[in-house]
């Protein structure tokens, strides 16, 4: 089995930055696309951003220039850099990760989510 443990969230006012990360463990071969989620209460869970395993993101409008998705694929571990933050960022955010195992089977697995507050 794979787990992901997201970190790194908290309450921050508005314009400042967190930096959350989410660390796979497990019996991984490799990682393939990771990415980022955020719930808002009472709204759907939507996308924030994924990065491929050679470094490629993708995102949501949004969040386009003040959030940056990187990875340490040494590590397996992938990042969210949250700058110029907005009330409207406040959600609880979930890591995804599209992970094989040496088995050669491929799952999708979902981190237990990381609240972030952006007070105004």
């Known amino acids: 089995q794979v787990q992901l443990v997201e970190s790194g969230g908290g309450l921050v006012q508005a314009g400042g930055s967190l930096r959350l990360s989410c660390a796979a463990s497990?019996?991984?071969?490799?990682?393939?696309?990771m990415g980022w989620y955020r719930q808002a209460p009472g709204k759907q869970r939507d996308l924030v951003g994924t990065i491929t395993s050679g470094g490629s993101t993708n995102y949501a409008d949004s969040v386009k220039g003040r959030f940056t998705i990187s990875r340490d694929n040494t590590k397996n571990t992938v990042y969210l850099q949250m700058n110029s933050l907005k009330p409207e960022d406040t959600a609880v955010y979930y890591c995804?990760?599209?992970?094989?195992?040496?088995?050669?089977?491929?799952?999708?697995?979902w981190g237990q989510g990381t609240q972030v507050t952006v007070s105004s």
């Open positions: 497990g019996s991984i071969f490799s990682i393939n696309a």
């Open positions: 995804k990760a599209e992970v094989t195992y040496f088995s050669g089977n491929i799952y999708v697995t």
